[in-house]
């Protein structure tokens, strides 16, 4: 039965780094996935991810599967603030993760809404603004939980 549990538990840690991107936070950082909704071609995606800087400390962004091919740059320069850019995309025509951020945990008893403040999309066969809406994500360092924020364009 011992063995058991323990198989559930490693094969719930698995999926969660699968599905979500999610790191475990045993290194005192975690993986925040931004997550992206579209029926349209997307050339180029910036917005911004605001943060609590008491509670999380931006490391690094790193591009997805789906974002195979493009661009990417970030800057962290700003407590509180992640401005990411994903340009030159070729196959951000479909749901996904765009971006993987990843965060030191300042305040392991705390939590930060992970809002996203949209800068602009372009619609790669138009190279017209796409309309958008997004959704804030959060953190919780309790119990290591991650919501993904989401933008949905088209």
């Known amino acids: 039965m011992r063995s058991k549990l323990i198989?559930?538990?490693?094969?719930?840690?698995?999926?969660?780094?699968?599905?979500?991107?999610?790191?475990?936070?045993e290194d005192g950082t975690i993986d925040v996935p931004i997550k992206i909704l579209t029926d349209k071609k997307v050339v180029a995606v910036a917005f911004e991810l605001l943060y609590d800087p008491l509670v999380l400390e931006a490391v690094s962004v790193d591009k997805s599967t789906l974002a195979t091919g493009a661009d990417?740059?970030?800057?962290?320069?700003?407590?509180?603030?992640?401005?990411?850019?994903?340009?030159?995309?070729?196959?951000?025509?479909?749901?996904?993760?765009?971006?993987?951020?990843?965060?030191?945990?300042v305040d392991e008893t705390g939590s930060s809404d992970l809002t996203i403040d949209f800068k602009a999309a372009e619609d790669a066969d138009t190279r017209e603004a796409l309309p958008f809406e997004v959704s804030g994500g959060r953190f919780d360092a309790t119990d290591m939980s991650v919501e993904p924020p989401v933008i949905t364009l088209g």
């Open 7 to 25: 198989a559930i538990l490693c094969l719930t840690i698995f999926l969660c780094a699968l599905v979500t991107g999610c790191n475990s936070g």
């Open 72 to 105: 990417a740059a970030y800057d962290k320069s700003t407590p509180g603030v992640l401005l990411i850019v994903v340009t030159n995309a070729e196959k951000l025509d479909r749901d996904g993760t765009l971006v993987v951020a990843r965060f030191n945990i």
